[in-house]
């Protein structure tokens, strides 16, 4: 018989093996799941991981989707850690592409080196205020904020499918959904020549250090750290759960809103009904990829990012359904999750009886 | 006045899903077990449902098999929550991101097929009754199941020795322990009845509802259902409220269009997803009716002391 014992104290080697332990599970699943779509194994895993990046442009891929996963994930993972479940990430992510967006369209012949800072400011403050919503719900009145910042993804995504159908599309368009292109000075700069990685990934590296610091350093991360750990204790000591509700949400949406401003001011240009491949639902597996903490999330998101490049490259190669991607993530936080149990259980085989107590 | 009687045909197709969905998850809410699966147990039903239909041409088969394809990722949540004691909410949002990920795997080949709706159960003589007829005594058989679902439930809930055994364990799990009831199995079977029924809601969708499989056709439907239940504040009889007025809501955003009121079609669309955050909103403000009603554990993991 199998049993869960549990640890004095959590284990500090699992916190860091589990996660790997999971990827290779994942691996092990994934072949199996290749082989039963009647593709070798291990042909269709070295696609799927290898192929992406074994060159330069490939590696530069990585980081242009690895962007904005960890952007958002640092900041959900504030939330998470103090149980305030904000998965309304993608419509953060949606209004701060609107609402940083909308300036470039309203501006679309400046050419004033003001306009992108303006982009970043709006972008951050259109997802905050997406955020604010179940922030309110949430403390004002008690409503739950996994299902308020859920349902208010299906309308930010309406909200900008209107948007580009209606008055934002662009007259020069052929009656195609999508707005004008932005203006030159409304374009992230790339920062490698030859590559689409754009300026955003530089803020993408100092998110994740502040992030970081906050944590480590500021009295509301000291708090969120307590909040995660010891619940109770931290109401003894008086800790206000409302101030926790507003600050994760507020800043966990501003960080989605700048990363859906740096998607649509970077890769793509312009607004589009769709602008975001699940970025904002796949940045929750990055958080627990990650462990919650910044540094952990910067790797998260490299590699969720190998799972998008992998499996647009099974669909062109192999024929595979992009769907394998989504199924892929699914998986992995399973595992991610299972392997969790590692850190505060200890495995034990056999009865209680084997350890001389008699029953 | 001839459109009101089809009108109130697709408010009830539209509806049923819901509330099959809704009210397995309620028997798992009530067990101290908090699934935000919905959404993904209710794709992996539709997929389900839908492939083994079109492939052997028997509905009963389908429906059979999105009961089990849906009890079967619910054991999934079940494992992973129950035994090894991972967070509910973390494991609820990985089973729907597998749910859509594994439907829109095995889906990508059944895109485009055709299959036949369910059949609607006539009644000679009785369904060809004006109005009355159709609405009653003509729908397919898995809107008769929705309706008696929930009212054995209700009658489970309120009535039956087992019923109260589960709302124990829902609302304090160490004394249910405590007197010798096994929580854990109980919870097991609580989950695996809101997996079977959001399997269910799933394969209404593809088989009746739209007779069909579109990638994430769910559209957020499993996501409504978890807050149908904290609408009815965990009471059966006011799910069925709840569930036919978002059918309502659901079908005159289709209708409002035809009836000449121009309001962009997103607009319209976004209605049920704003009526659940009003709804949720009116409720849950009313903190001591929730608290007097949702079961005091949820959400929490349990483990026996040794």
């Given amino acids: 018989m199998v049993r869960l014992e549990p640890r004095r104290q959590h284990s500090q080697a699992m916190v860091y093996l589990s996660p790997v332990l999971a990827i290779l599970m994942t691996l092990v699943v994934g072949g199996i799941i290749f082989a039963f779509l009647g593709k070798n194994p291990f042909d269709a895993l070295y696609t799927f991981f290898i192929l992406p990046i074994n060159n330069s442009y490939g590696i530069s891929e990585l980081f242009v989707k690895a962007t904005p996963l960890v952007i958002i994930a640092v900041g959900l993972a504030m939330g998470f850690r103090a149980n305030v479940w904000n998965i309304g990430a993608e419509g953060q992510l949606t209004m701060g592409a609107i609402f940083g967006g909308g300036l470039a369209l309203y501006f679309h012949d400046s050419e004033s080196i003001l306009l992108m800072p303006a982009m970043f400011v709006l972008g951050a403050l259109g997802g905050a205020f997406w955020a604010a919503i179940p922030a309110l719900l949430r403390t004002k009145f008690n409503a739950n904020e996994i299902l308020t910042s859920l349902m208010l993804t299906y309308v930010a995504t309406l909200f900008l499918s209107f948007l580009v159908h209606g008055p934002w599309r662009n007259p020069e368009g052929f009656n195609f959904p999508e707005s004008r292109p932005f203006p030159d000075a409304g374009l992230l700069p790339i920062i490698f020549e030859g590559s689409r990685v754009h300026l955003g990934t530089a803020v993408a590296v100092f998110v994740v250090i502040a992030g970081w610091l906050l944590l480590s350093k500021s009295v509301i991360g000291f708090q969120l750290r307590v909040v995660g750990k010891a619940p109770q204790a931290a109401r003894h000591v008086g800790f206000r759960q409302k101030r926790m509700v507003w600050f994760t949400l507020l800043l966990g949406g501003a960080l989605a809103g700048l990363a859906g401003l740096f998607e649509v001011s970077g890769p793509i240009g312009q607004l589009q009904p769709s602008i975001s491949p699940g970025y904002g639902f796949t940045a929750i597996i990055v958080a627990f990829l990650g462990r919650l903490h910044p540094v952990g999330i910067l790797f998260g998101g490299i590699i969720m990012a190998l799972t998008y490049l992998g499996g647009e490259l099974a669909q062109i190669t192999l024929g595979l359904p992009n769907a394998v991607t989504g199924l892929f993530q699914g998986i992995l936080l399973f595992f991610l999750l299972a392997c969790d149990v590692l850190t505060k259980y200890r495995i034990r085989f056999g009865a209680i009886a084997a350890k001389g107590r008699t029953a | ?306």
């Fill in chain 2, 1 to 306: 006045m001839e459109w009101i009687v089809p009108f109130i045909l697709t408010v009830i197709t539209a509806s049923t899903p819901l509330l099959l969905a809704a009210t397995g998850e309620l028997v798992t809410e009530k067990s101290g077990v908090l699934n935000l699966g919905v959404e993904g147990m209710m794709l992996v039903g539709a997929i389900a449902g839908f492939a083994v239909t079109a492939s052997t041409g028997s509905a009963i088969l389908g429906i059979l098999a999105a009961v089990a394809a849906g009890t079967l990722i619910s054991l999934i949540f079940a494992f992973l929550t129950l035994t090894l004691m991972a967070n509910q909410v973390a494991t609820g949002l990985a089973l729907t991101i597998f749910g859509v990920g594994f439907s829109a795997l095995v889906g990508s080949g059944f895109v485009g097929f055709a299959i036949e709706p369910l059949p609607a159960l006539a009644i000679p003589g009785i369904s060809a009754i004006p109005i009355v007829g159709p609405i009653l005594f003509g729908q397919d058989f898995l809107v008769y199941l929705s309706i008696a679902v929930v009212i054995g439930v209700a009658w489970f809930l309120a009535k039956s020795r087992a019923g109260l055994v589960l709302k124990a364990v829902g609302d304090s799990h160490h004394s249910a322990h405590a007197i010798g009831y096994s929580v854990i199995k109980i919870r097991y079977l609580a989950t695996m009845f809101g997996g079977a029924m959001a399997g269910l809601g799933g394969a209404y969708l593809s088989l009746s509802y739209t007779p069909m499989w579109a990638e994430n056709m769910t559209a957020g439907r499993g996501w409504i259902a978890l807050a149908l239940v904290v609408f009815a504040t965990w009471r059966p009889g006011r799910l069925v409220a709840g569930a036919y007025m978002f059918g309502l809501i659901s079908v005159m955003q289709l209708h409002a269009q035809g009836a000449g009121i121009h309001v962009p079609s997103q607009f319209m669309s976004m209605l049920p997803y704003l009526a659940t955050v009003i709804v949720l909103v009116i409720i849950s403000s009313d903190r001591a009716k929730i608290r007097l009603n949702a079961p005091a554990c949820i959400g929490q993991a349990f483990r026996a002391a040794q």
